[in-house]
């Protein structure tokens, strides 16, 4: 946790204002950091939750967004608990596999709520930017 708030504030305090210029004259770019920014911190726990992005990428990417501290630090700090879970289930059942073991149902179940989750991120992101298109259009 502290790694990823170190990485989110050196984002935030040294590259931030070089790269918001940057997505700011790219509309694609634009609508998918003003998704992010509505969203907050339920874009942050789910991609905590299950991503196939990494936390350090993660983590300077939220520190270019407008995402507060102090929520990003707390959904974070709560949502990366579960992750590590996550990480050990996904070795446990490549381990089976790899050992031709049976997955029991409890597995199944895991690995069913980790891919909703990532497609949960993915809609309220896509959700957003739609959004912003209509919004445009108009």
């Known amino acids: 946790m502290f790694g990823g708030i170190l990485a989110f504030l050196l984002a935030r305090h040294l590259f931030s204002a070089r790269l918001q210029t940057y997505i700011d004259a790219r509309p694609h770019l634009r609508s998918i950091a003003a998704a992010v920014d509505e969203e907050g911190w339920r874009v942050v726990a789910l991609l905590r939750f299950a991503s196939p992005v990494p936390n350090a990428v993660q983590n300077y990417v939220f520190g270019l967004t407008r995402i507060d501290f102090l929520p990003f630090a707390i959904t974070t700090f709560l949502f990366t608990i ?57």
Do not use: H, K
Not at 100 to 105: I, K
């Open 82 to 138: 579960p992750q590590v879970m996550l990480y050990v289930y996904l070795g446990s059942t490549g381990r089976a596999v790899l050992l031709d073991e049976n997955l029991s149902t409890f597995n199944r179940v895991l690995l069913g709520v980790g891919l909703i989750s990532l497609v949960c991120a993915a809609m309220l992101v896509v959700r957003r930017i739609r959004r912003d298109a209509v919004w445009r259009r108009q």
